[in-house]
């Protein structure tokens, strides 16, 4: 580079690092958080307080007359820096990139001193999220670097962004290009443009810098459009800026794509003129033993798998994500949902509203220029405390905000499943999305079929998508009659059978995010018999793993021909007979058990019954289309392997009524009666508040409250593992029915954390 162009340096190694409670400095390498343990073990007893990073560092000389600029791309949640003692300035949010100029705070050719001081503190509300289905990792755990630039450079204090943003629109048979740069220290030069296409041709424009903001349109004949699952249809773009003199003293690179994604009068997405519809996933960044502490090459392995899995789309939940993460989607050409962790329910601190527009305003300057970004998500699940005016004013807010930031772009927010269809929340965003679990905590699959023609009919034209949906499968348990609740692998199969067939069959759907691409932390659960991790991922929390599930959205997605056994992790039977089932998009499978031919089935869903089984080891091996090929091994003894099988209570007792023998008097509660009708009751509620806890005061009572206890036991028994229903029904029996008059709609408004837990 030029003598005077911006130069970098790496901050990554050698911290020093002291958590508040410790007495002793330790060693640490950025990324890092002090959570990637305790943070998924649950308890929800994770560390949460201050950490303190301290570095010594040597200036160059050669940055002498430069402004030097001290980059986080994310440290969580509030963060404080010193150099050489002095404050220096605070961020606030834990998932966006931020800078302080620390040029009059640093001394050349002397070490000087930086101290970074992160709070992930439980009890400091300034910011969002202030609770959630996932663990908050502490700490410094993306990249920090030394930033050395001219006096006269492109914007470095804009929100984190880069200074230089590029819209670009396809229009018939040429594309409507608009570059517009913020600069800093200057008011007369130059402003030079070269743009490469991605066949190498270059286009260059110049234009008489006039003030400190500089905007260039452009025409670009014949473009080369940016495509769903395409690689390579990336512009690159460089702007150079030479001061009056006709010096170059600062340069900023960056790539984007033309295209344009719309809605039609029908509610159909439709990208650069064609109809899509959006295969997505959902992304938590978290890694077993890691943390939100991962490497690039972690990213990149998220990507490729979920390039595997053969989605268009990617819901990047809740927060924004490291920019590595859009640059592997522009390139690949994966549409991504990108959005603020203004989420689950509102903050009882006034300054963090404040900080969810920052928020915002970050997401959407950081990340402007990539093409794969085409929704801007402005809350998940914000009713979950309850439904209020200044609910809907905020999010209102946010909503103007995107639109009058980026027009070029879509918003659209994801909502509560209790939240009523019609109400004014949903006639807010560009586009509604719906978090939606029937068949896993309430109800039956089959139900969203329903809600959906419900949908539809109140708004026929409202793009909508299945933000999240999804159930725990849990790769240890398996089960031959699989149930609503029982935690199988098996169970997760057909749930996603199910309703990802009702959402197909429902054209006004218009996408799909599958909860979740990977299983992930969050250290308040106690489910399936295991703490601290949510298990409704498609692969494993440490990536080893790919859920019998994972097969089956291949199958509908993707184009890699391959076919693939289930139950494998089954790996030792009783029955003499069992089920055989595969997963493939060659459009056939062959089964052969032992040698034995069983015959071909069609479709991407292929099943065999009756298969038997002999004594000792079995080979089923299985041709897909003559093409590929899959093979499992079965040992088959006399007892039945009990480790198989989730211990608690599944949801299946409520087909016959409650569990059998119990005497119940009508005349009071009973296990029989429905959760509402049971927690309207205060001293019972008070009661059942000794085992549970503030789970009484849970979100999810809004969605289950007609459900009766029993029907939920499956699930309650997932968090409460000494559960007795007996003995709840006993307890329940003191109570007489409508002795409580609190049972109104303000307290229905207002519910807190009884399956919090749960939740996802």
């Known amino acids: 580079m030029m003598e005077n162009m911006r130069s970098i340096i790496s901050l990554d190694k050698t911290w020093q690092f002291k958590f508040e409670t410790a007495t002793e400095w330790v060693k640490v390498d950025i990324p890092h958080t002090w959570n990637n343990l305790d943070g998924q073990d649950g308890g929800e007893d994770y560390l949460r307080g201050v950490g303190t990073y301290e570095k010594f560092l040597v200036i160059p000389e050669e940055w002498d007359g430069k402004e030097i600029y001290i980059e986080f791309d994310a440290a969580n949640a509030i963060t404080e820096v010193f150099v050489n003692g002095q404050y220096v300035g605070n961020h606030l949010g834990g998932y ?4 302080f100029n620390i040029t009059n705070y640093v001394n050349l050719r002397e070490e000087n001193k930086v101290v970074v001081k992160v709070s992930n503190d439980k009890e400091d509300k300034r910011t969002y999220p202030d609770t959630a289905d996932f663990t908050f990792f502490g700490g410094i755990y993306r990249s920090v670097r030394l930033i050395a630039v001219s006096k006269e450079h492109f914007q470095l204090n804009e929100m984190g962004s880069n200074g230089v943003f590029v819209t670009a629109i396809p229009k018939g048979h040429k594309a409507e290009v608009k570059v517009f740069c913020k600069l800093e220290n200057i008011s007369c030069g130059e402003l030079q443009l070269v743009i490469e296409n991605p066949k190498k041709e270059v286009i260059r424009v110049s234009r008489e810098i006039k003030s400190r903001n500089v905007e260039v349109d452009l025409q670009i004949e014949s473009p080369i459009l940016w495509k769903l699952k395409e690689k390579g249809n990336l512009y690159n773009i460089t702007a150079i800026l030479v001061n009056k003199d006709g010096q170059v003293v600062d340069e900023v690179q960056d790539s984007f794509g033309i295209r344009e994604l719309t809605v039609d009068k029908a509610g159909n997405f439709i990208l650069n003129g064609e109809k899509i519809r959006l295969n997505g996933v959902a992304r938590h960044q978290d890694r077993k033993n890691k943390g939100w502490a991962i490497s690039k090459e972690d990213m990149r392995e998220d990507f490729e798998i979920i390039k595997e899995i053969g989605a268009n789309s990617v819901r990047l939940a809740h927060y924004q994500h490291d920019s590595l993460f859009y640059d592997l989607c522009d390139e690949d050409g994966i549409l991504v949902c990108a959005e603020i962790p203004f989420i689950s329910m509102l903050n009882e601190d006034s300054a963090a509203f404040d900080n969810a527009k920052s928020q915002l305003r970050e997401l959407i300057l950081q990340n402007w220029n990539h093409p794969s970004i085409c929704l801007w998500g402005v809350q998940n699940e914000i009713t979950m405390g309850g439904e209020s005016d200044e609910i809907t004013s905020q999010v209102k807010e946010l909503n103007d905000i995107a639109k009058t930031l980026d027009p070029s772009r879509l918003t659209y927010s994801a909502q509560f499943m209790a939240l009523n269809i019609k109400n004014p929340l949903n006639e807010i965003t560009d586009v509604q999305g719906y978090n939606l679990y029937y068949g896993w905590y309430v109800g039956e699959c089959e139900d969203f079929r329903t809600w959906a023609k419900d949908f539809h009919e109140v708004y026929p034209g409202k793009p909508l998508v299945i933000s ?44 799909s995010f599958v909860w979740n691409m990977f299983d992930f932390a969050s250290n308040g659960r106690e489910e399936g018999g295991v703490s601290g991790i949510n298990h409704k991922g498609l692969v494993s929390h440490d990536r080893k793993e790919k859920k019998d599930t994972f097969y089956y959205y291949k199958a509908m997605w993707s184009n890699e021909l391959f076919i693939h056994l289930c139950s494998r992790r089954w790996k030792v039977r009783s029955d003499a007979n069992i089920s055989v089932k595969a997963y493939t998009n060659t459009g056939c499978g062959e089964l052969l058990v032992n040698g034995v031919d069983f015959g071909k089935r069609t479709g991407h869903i292929l099943k065999w019954n009756d298969i038997p089984l002999k004594m000792g080891e079995n080979i089923i091996s299985i041709i897909g289309g003559r093409v590929t090929t899959d093979e499992i091994v079965i040992i088959r003894q006399e007892d039945e392997d009990s480790s198989y099988e989730f211990k608690g209570n599944v949801i299946s007792w409520h087909e016959k009524g409650g569990v059998e023998g119990l005497e119940i008097n009508p005349e009071y509660l009973s296990i029989n009666d429905t959760l509402g009708e049971v927690l309207s009751n205060e001293e019972a509620k008070a009661e059942i508040a000794k085992i549970f806890g503030d789970k009484v005061n849970s979100p999810m009572v809004k969605v289950v409250k007609n459900k009766t206890v029993v029907e939920l036991s499956g699930h309650i028994k997932g968090m409460v593992k000494d559960l007795n229903l007996e003995d709840m029904n006993r307890m329940l029996q003191q109570y007489p029915k409508n002795t409580s008059t609190t049972k109104t709609a303000e307290k229905e408004s207002i519910i807190g954390r009884f399956i919090k837990r749960i939740k996802k």
């Not at 966006?96 to 800078?99: E, G, T």
């Not at 009659?481 to 749930?495: A, H, R």
């Open 96 to 99: 966006s990139r931020f800078r």
């Open 468 to 511: 999240e949906y999804g159930s725990d499968g849990l790769m240890k348990y398996h089960s031959k009659t699989p149930q609503q609740g029982d935690y199988s692998e098996e169970y997760q199969g057909v749930y996603h059978e199910k309703n990802y067939e009702i959402m197909m069959e429902s054209p006004w759907v218009g996408g």
